[in-house]
């Protein structure tokens, strides 16, 4: 009799921790193909960021001139669904962008002062709201005797801070009739739940310790103040920021990089993943976590400027909007 009740305890304790597994927030994914894929394929556009000119991986021209993408990330997004991950499908992503009129690269003060680019990528990361990015890179190769077999690497980027947060990689065994998007998904199935076990983990992580991301504070060249001045309150602006900082963020947890009389930036800065309003709790991105830094700085009588650089980079300027 005991052991029959041992059973049914450990019986209803394991379905109890498969459902609550099960419901558990998963993160939202998106499909992109890896940097140097994108450049051994001549897949890339010059981004010009404030002068500096660099290149970045298009994902539009890879899209239009290798006919296996679209089918190759189509096939990987099965693959996460089928295991309740909500991917976002990159064309899909991409045609949002251009069709929306009021998507621009550039910001710029309205009293015509300095401007925050944002490159096609950081938009992208920005209109899709993917929670990670994966980077898939393969190489097909081919065995004497015809067969074909593909390499790949899987890499996952916090889309906030690029940070990688898990990897893998591997080779499929040949085969002489499947195409490519086949081979791939074969080649990948066998490490994608270590894989995505590794992601939920950090995802869960980010719950418990705050995402992070990164703010830069700059001063207008015609405000009469600075982050040094102590017109604003019981100690100097940087400091009071600093104050506020502390009292916003998970933990207390933030890092100044930088702090000067013009200028000041925050890294490693932990935000909750989520807010409420209207009674509804929504995911929370750097943009709207400053808009309360906004505020603060404003019932100071400081006028400001929020501008955005991706999901997990703003930057306030002070003076003037």
């Known amino acids: 009799m005991k052991n029959q009740i ?13 459902i609550s597994f099960s419901q558990a927030k998963k993160p939202t994914l998106m499909v992109v193909p890896a940097d140097n894929w994108c450049f051994e394929n001549n897949y890339s556009e010059s981004y010009n960021n404030q ?14 001139r290798d006919t296996d993408l679209d089918l190759v990330i189509t096939q990987i997004n099965g693959m996460l669904s ?5 991917a976002k499908n990159l064309k899909s992503q991409l045609d949002k962008i251009e069709s929306a009129a009021a998507e621009e690269a550039m910001r710029s003060s309205k009293y015509g002062g300095a401007q925050v680019a944002e490159s096609p990528i950081d938009a992208l990361k920005k209109v899709a709201k993917a929670d990670i990015i994966l980077k898939l890179g393969w190489t097909l190769n081919t065995t004497p005797m015809g067969e074909k077999s593909v390499t790949f690497i899987l890499k996952a980027l916090d889309s906030y801070t690029g940070k990688q947060i898990a990897q893998a990689s591997g080779t499929g065994a040949p085969d002489g ?11 990948v199935a066998s490490h994608i739940d270590k894989f995505l076990s590794e992601l939920q983990t950090a995802f869960e992580r980010w719950f418990e310790k705050g995402r992070e991301c990164a703010i830069g504070i700059r001063v207008w060249d015609d405000w009469d103040y600075d982050l040094e001045s102590e017109d604003f309150g019981d100690d100097e602006l940087g400091f009071l920021i600093e104050e506020w900082m502390y009292d916003n963020t998970v933990g207390g ?6 702090a000067e009389a013009t200028m000041m930036n925050f890294e490693q800065v932990r935000i909750p993943m989520t807010y409420e309003k209207k009674g509804r709790v929504r995911g929370l991105d750097a943009r709207t976590w400053a808009k309360d830094l906004s505020k603060y700085l404003k019932g100071m009588g400081i006028e400001n400027k929020l501008t955005t650089v991706g999901l997990g980079e703003v930057k306030l300027y002070l003076g003037s909007k």
């Open 82 to 86: 089928q295991r309740d991950f909500d």
């Open 253 to 258: 947890s933030y890092t100044t990089m930088d």
């Open 6 to 18: 041992h059973k049914l305890y450990l019986i209803v304790l394991l379905l109890f921790v498969s």
């Open 177 to 187: 009739f499947s195409p490519l998007p086949v081979l791939l998904e074969e080649a």
């Open 51 to 64: 002068g500096v000119v660099k290149d970045i991986p298009s994902y539009r021209v890879a899209l239009q």
